[in-house]
């Protein structure tokens, strides 16, 4: 239950913000409602796949947010504007 109302939360906030840096955020949020219930169900199950798994989805979600900060850092450098309805391609 709580990790898909996490879940939720975080995809209404990827499909109504427009700022990048509230999406990043909101795809960490859905990230971890996703890591919450690989771990309960492998809690549940008694192995520890669903540990592992979610360890590799953290090392990933991290690798994401390196990424994507590095793009707005450089966008905000560049003065260009952070609306994302605006941003459809990386042209330099």
């Given amino acids: 239950m709580l990790s898909g109302a996490l879940f939720a939360v975080g995809l209404v ?3 109504l913000r427009r700022s990048p840096l509230v ?3 909101s795809i960490e949020i859905m990230l ?3 890591n919450l219930l690989l771990i309960a169900a492998s809690r549940y ?3 520890n796949d669903g540990q592992v798994f979610a360890l590799v989805v953290m ?4 690798a994401e947010v390196v990424v994507g900060l590095g793009l707005i850092v450089a966008l ?3 003065r260009v504007d952070l609306d994302v309805d ?3 391609s990386l042209r330099g």
Wanted: glycine residues 22%; positive net charge.
């Fill in 23 to 25: 999406i990043l955020l």
């Fill in 13 to 15: 906030g990827v499909m």
């Fill in 59 to 62: 090392g990933v979600a991290a």
């Fill in 45 to 47: 199950a008694g192995g």
């Fill in 86 to 88: 605006e941003l459809r």
């Fill in 32 to 34: 971890n409602a996703g």
């Fill in 76 to 78: 905000s450098r560049a």
